[in-house]
């Protein structure tokens, strides 16, 4: 047996579950996949397993995702979900119930909020908290929160993007709005079917996006061969796309970001703004990784951006600084059972 008390903290996320273990770090890093089967209603896989699966399953398979926009879509399947990742990240002589701290988006309703705590203490947890995600990514991305000077974060995951400006340990101005790296996905794939007639699925979209994709144009374009069914003919087919159509495809999702951001500034006290104009905005989350993405929040708030370390672990570490340090966020700890 360990001695450490069982802590775990998770970052559920629409497009990834990270699980950090306090003195061990993120332990785990999975899609958030689920695969069943229609005909008992069994879960055959979670996680990686499952996202193999995706858009290759025959009809009385579905591999999906239970949490759409980063709130619980499909509870019982979420619960198992959870169920997995903790007792995966345990192993599986644990006889201790963990206390668990969950990331949720900021603009989550109190009804939301309940049912990730129901769903973590039907997965096995003894307590549930919940903190707010741009809290956590603060705290992941060494931000001093409870200090008296204004910071912002833009938290850009798959299905939410969380911007806040936070303060003296809490969110002063905040904006979600539910157009992230999913969103982007889709753009890309919606724009090679315009452009190439040529459809392709989400995972290839993904790939695009992350090999060759930018959020503004640039000099030296990197190119891909995309492989996909033709519209016309039903055959296989590859075409060639290049960086700078891709940042054609994906602007207005962008520009949605950006404009939750110019929302959030607009809002913010103008002592907050002083801040931020000194310590700049600070971008976490997997999106935020997106070529030249911190360029173009400044090219068009004026602000400098500047991208967390480790930006898709920032929420997960967060999660792990606040179990370690419970006393100190207390202010910050929303719910608890």
């Known amino acids: 047996m360990s001695f450490f008390s069982k802590k775990l903290g998770i970052d559920l996320g629409t497009a990834n579950t990270l699980v950090y273990v306090p003195g061990k770090a993120v332990v785990l890093n999975e899609p958030s996949v689920v695969a069943v089967s229609l005909e008992d209603n069994r879960i055959l896989a979670v996680g990686l397993e499952a996202k193999d699966m995706i858009g290759k399953t025959p009809d009385t398979i579905i591999a999906y995702r239970p949490m759409k926009d980063g709130v619980i879509a499909d509870y019982r399947v979420t619960e198992a979900m959870l169920r997995y990742y903790i007792n995966k990240a345990l192993g599986k002589w644990n006889i201790f119930k963990p206390d668990v701290l969950i990331s949720v988006p900021a603009g989550v309703s109190s009804t939301e909020r309940r049912a990730v705590i129901e769903a973590a203490i039907k997965a096995g947890a003894k307590n549930a908290y919940v903190v707010k995600e ?14 008296a000077h204004g910071h912002m974060i833009v938290d850009i995951g ?36 315009k452009t190439f007639n040529l459809a392709i699925g989400d995972k290839t979209a993904e790939d695009v996006k992350i090999k ?26 590859t075409a060639e796309i290049g960086t700078n159509e891709i940042v054609k495809a994906i602007s207005p999702e962008l520009r949605e970001m950006v404009k939750a951001i110019k929302d959030v500034l607009q809002e913010t006290p103008p002592e907050l703004s002083a801040d931020i104009i000194d310590q700049g905005i600070i971008m976490t989350g997997g999106t935020s990784q997106l070529r030249n993405f911190p360029e173009l929040v400044f090219r068009r708030t004026g602000v400098k ?33």
């Open 134 to 147: 741009p809290i956590l990514a603060a705290i992941g991305a060494g931000v001093p929160i409870h200090a």
């Open 158 to 193: 798959g299905g939410t993007t969380d911007v806040a400006v936070i303060s003296l340990g809490g969110i002063v101005a905040s904006k979600s709005v539910k157009c992230a790296g999913n969103r982007i996905d889709t753009a890309i794939a919606d724009y090679i079917k």
């Open 212 to 237: 060759i994709g930018s959020a503004v144009p640039v000099e030296e374009e990197l190119k891909i061969t995309i492989k996909g069914r033709d519209f016309i003919a039903g055959l296989p087919r």
């Open 305 to 337: 951006a500047i991208l967390a370390d480790d930006a898709l672990y920032c929420v997960a570490k967060g999660t792990g600084i606040a179990l370690e340090h419970l006393d100190v966020y207390k202010k910050s700890i929303i719910a608890k059972r």
